[in-house]
């Protein structure tokens, strides 16, 4: 199964401030770990959401809005597309991996719709 894991946005990660040089080694070699594992399908991380922008959508009109966004903790600041058996093995990973962030954080795992599901 393929899981997307989220990993969420902190005042840091807005606020443009990028990994130290320790945490950077430390999820590269997690990521060496996943790769060697046939687990790590793609990743990387997001800008913060000051550079983003959003489109709404309302019957046939779009309206956009600049960033950034509200509510940091439900805004993402980076990803991983895993190839996993199961959830089990998805949470088993996502435990062994490095704060990916200097204080506090969190990290979402959810599967991806694949072509049987709509079967």
């Not at 990028?18 to 687990?39: N, R």
């Not at 950034?68 to 991996?97: H, N, Y």
Request: hydrophobic share 45%; net charge negative; charged share 25%.
């Amino acid at each position: 199964m393929r899981v997307m894991v989220l990993l969420k946005a902190t005042a840091d990660s807005e606020a443009g401030t990028l990994p130290s040089p320790e945490l950077l080694a430390a999820m590269g070699a997690f990521s060496e770990e996943l790769i060697a594992a046939g687990v790590l399908v793609d990743a990387a991380g997001l800008k913060p959401s000051s550079a983003g922008r959003r489109v709404a959508f309302d019957g046939p009109d779009r309206t956009v809005h600049d960033g950034p966004f509200a509510a940091t903790s439900e805004i993402v600041s980076g990803f991983w597309l895993w190839q996993v058996a199961d959830m089990d093995e998805a949470v088993a990973w996502v435990k062994r991996c490095p704060n990916p962030m200097p204080g506090p954080s969190e990290i979402e795992i959810r599967p991806l719709y694949e072509a049987e599901d709509f079967a």
